[in-house]
């Protein structure tokens, strides 16, 4: 049981280059959802799904895009990078909804980006 | 909206020291309450949750109390070790939402 796993661990990209953050789960959670980790500002949400099909925006969605097609994937993708997204970025995984009674949420280890 | 406030960091404590961290929160309703932890190079687990007022959430020497009437959801430990040196992270979900909010991260140092 791997749990979250995200691909890369770390990326280096240039502005205006696009790239897909890959996260995959293996414990069939129906919700996962994609946070930025920037300093002093805790963890905001960009995208969230609530099962494969079905995802919505979060507080900080602009210049990303997220699908899922499966359970167990939900990539995110940056269309266009630019400095403002340097960033850590978490995937997560529950099995319910966060206000529900099953609602721990799992993160991956995070992928390090930096833009330039 | 929603919200959580955190003490900030960083907290710097020798070990066996008392530790507790504050946290308070904005919402309507009865959310339910989290502490994360987040140790270096990893990502964020929880550490205990309280899903209803006056509920006391423990885990591995760590407590934490929600309070409705103060708004709060204190972190506490008698004796910290050096192995407790992390992140702390604050979070609630609102009742019937599908997100969840966090604090800035209170980041703990224990010297040995």
């Known amino acids: 049981n791997a749990g979250v796993t995200q691909t890369p661990k770390f990326q280096v990209l240039k502005t205006g280059q696009s790239m897909t953050l890959q996260c995959a789960q293996d414990m069939n959670h129906e919700y996962m959802s994609w946070y930025r980790q920037d300093p002093g500002m805790g963890l905001r949400l960009i995208h969230y799904s609530v099962g494969a099909g079905i995802t919505d925006q979060g507080e900080v969605p602009n210049g990303y895009n997220v699908s899922r097609s499966t359970t167990e994937d939900f990539p995110l993708r940056l269309l266009s990078a630019a400095p403002s997204q340097t960033s850590v970025y978490f995937c997560?995984?529950?099995?319910?909804?966060?206000?529900?009674?099953?609602?721990?949420?799992?993160f991956g280890p995070g992928t390090r980006l930096t833009v330039l | 909206g929603d919200s959580v406030t955190q003490m900030e960091g960083p907290v710097t404590l020798s070990e066996e020291a008392f530790l507790t961290i504050n946290c308070t929160y904005t919402a309507t309703g009865y959310p339910s309450l989290f502490w994360y932890v987040q140790y270096p190079g990893e990502g964020l687990q929880l550490l205990l949750k309280?899903?209803?007022?006056?509920d006391k959430g423990s885990n591995k020497g760590f407590e934490a109390t929600y309070r409705k009437e103060t708004t709060s959801f204190h972190l506490e430990k008698g004796s910290v070790q050096v192995s407790d040196s992390a992140v702390y992270f604050c979070?609630?979900?609102?009742?019937?939402?599908?997100?969840?909010?966090f604090g800035a991260g209170t980041r703990l140092f224990v010297k040995a």
């Open positions: 309280a899903t209803k007022a006056d």
């Open positions: 997560a995984s529950s099995y319910g909804r966060p206000s529900g009674t099953y609602n721990e949420q799992f």
């Open positions: 979070a609630l979900s609102h009742t019937g939402g599908f997100k969840t909010i």
